[in-house]
């Protein structure tokens, strides 16, 4: 038998990092997905294979071996979605390191520790063999490491005794909500590997899609009623969710006034964000007074998140070639590189997108847009294998 399940990306319309200190954020998914596929093997076969398609790794473990490196820590592990301990952690470290891992890619090993936690907790220790590709950037800032913990996630509990689906379903189809709070519980606890600190907005957008409030652990489904379109720009340039997170902490340690005074402003701009968003509009005026208004909160909340020390020089080059062209802009996600959102307004010309995206071009940045506001997370079962 095999599953395949797919879990789409995210961009984050206001409220990073904010986010993480409990304060509010609005997120959305986009129709970017990762998409896992789990075919258990025969028990003869005995080993567990990790095929990484995007950043070219394969792995395989003898199912004996990782027993034996993980058994002195009580394994198997709890089935319920439990937090991986760090000696935990250095034990799969042992068996990732085992598989002579390239120094120059040393920075997704998090990943693959993410995986060995999710899949020995969730399926124990059944042979198997997992493939991940992605349409997502990896580490740009449109939650690839969300969107791979949840596809992860579904397909192992789609396997598992945790969950009891109906196999005979044709194409894709959406978790019940409980089984889906599940996922989104067990896919928090690989983010918890990967990034250390994660406020659980880019898992649960992942995984229950369309447009979301999240506040302190705590999400809320926005109906949103406007028509929104986001240029988004990768800069290319590399970074890493997690040392984000920690300088912005750091920097909060030090200067608690003036970042908490910034974090509120922050979260008014999600509020407003949130409120525009759900309003009706009744004519086009109406429409294009909230576009402006959208576009004004990007610039502030940019402005802020400039301010708590996650912009870089390539987001401030998108940012001024936007506003040549009268469009507003701000990072998306961690920051510090990866993407950056521009608004289009209903009644841009195509025209001016089209020299946007060369002038955008010309400095080695990719330009495409993404569908705003899909489905969450769905599997899919193959009956030929
Ligand atoms: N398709 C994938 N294959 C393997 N590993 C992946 C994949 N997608 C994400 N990852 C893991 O997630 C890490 C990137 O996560 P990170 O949080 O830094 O970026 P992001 O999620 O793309 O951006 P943001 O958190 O700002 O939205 C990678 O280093 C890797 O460990
Ligand atoms: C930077 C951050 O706020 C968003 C990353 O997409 C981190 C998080 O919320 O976990
Ligand atoms: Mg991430």
Redesign the pocket.
């Known amino acids: 038998m095999e599953v395949t399940a797919r879990a789409p990306?995210?961009i984050?319309l206001a409220g990073?990092h904010a986010v993480v200190h409990g304060y509010t954020a609005v997120a959305s998914s986009i129709d970017l997905y990762?998409v896992v596929s789990l075919r258990l093997r025969s028990e003869d076969e005995d080993t567990v294979k990790l095929k990484?398609?995007?950043?070219g790794?394969d792995f395989s473990w003898s199912v004996g071996r990782i027993k034996e490196v993980l058994s002195h820590l009580g394994s198997p592990f709890s089935s319920t979605p439990t937090s991986c301990s760090l000696e935990t952690i250095k034990s799969l470290a042992t068996l990732v390191d085992e598989q002579s891992f390239p120094e120059t890619k040393i920075?997704?090993?998090?990943?693959?520790y993410?995986f060995l936690w999710l899949y020995t907790s969730i399926l124990g220790f059944k042979p198997a063999t997992v493939t991940?590709?992605?349409e997502?950037?990896?580490?740009?800032?449109?939650?690839?490491?969300?969107?791979?913990c949840v596809s992860l996630s579904a397909a192992l509990l789609a396997l598992s005794d945790s969950v009891k689906l109906d196999v005979s379903q044709k194409g894709w189809s959406t978790f019940k909500e409980t089984e889906a709070e599940l996922v989104n519980k067990w896919a928090f606890e690989g983010?918890k590997i990967?990034?250390g600190r994660p406020s659980g907005v880019?898992n649960s957008v992942s995984t229950f899609g369309n447009v979301i409030k999240f506040k302190s652990g705590v999400m809320t489904r926005v109906d949103s009623n406007m028509p929104l379109k986001m240029l988004i720009t990768n800069t290319k340039v590399g970074?890493?969710?997690?040392a984000?997170v920690a300088n912005v902490s750091a920097r909060k340690s030090r200067h608690p006034d003036a970042m908490c005074s910034v974090l509120n402003a922050i979260e008014a701009i999600s509020d407003e964000w949130s409120t525009i968003i759900q309003s009706h509009a009744v004519d086009d005026l109406y429409l294009s007074a909230n576009e402006e208004k959208l576009g004004e909160l990007m610039e502030m909340n940019q402005g802020l998140l400039l301010s708590i020390g996650v912009s870089h020089a390539s987001i401030e080059n998108v940012l001024q070639t936007s506003m040549k062209y009268k469009l507003a802009s701000k990072l998306?996600?961690?920051?510090g590189g990866?993407c950056v959102l521009t608004l289009l307004p209903t009644h841009i010309s195509g025209e001016v997108i089209n020299k946007l995206v060369e002038e955008l071009g010309s400095f080695g940045f990719q330009c495409f847009s993404a569908g705003i506001g899909g489905k969450g997370v769905q599997i899919s079962f193959d009956h030929s294998s």
């Open positions: 990306g995210k984050i990073e990762t990484l398609n995007d950043i790794l920075g997704l090993a998090s990943g693959v993410a991940v590709s992605s997502l950037p990896v580490g740009a800032g449109l939650g690839s490491s969300a969107a791979y983010e990967i990034h880019d970074r890493d969710t997690k984000l998306t996600g961690a920051g990866g």
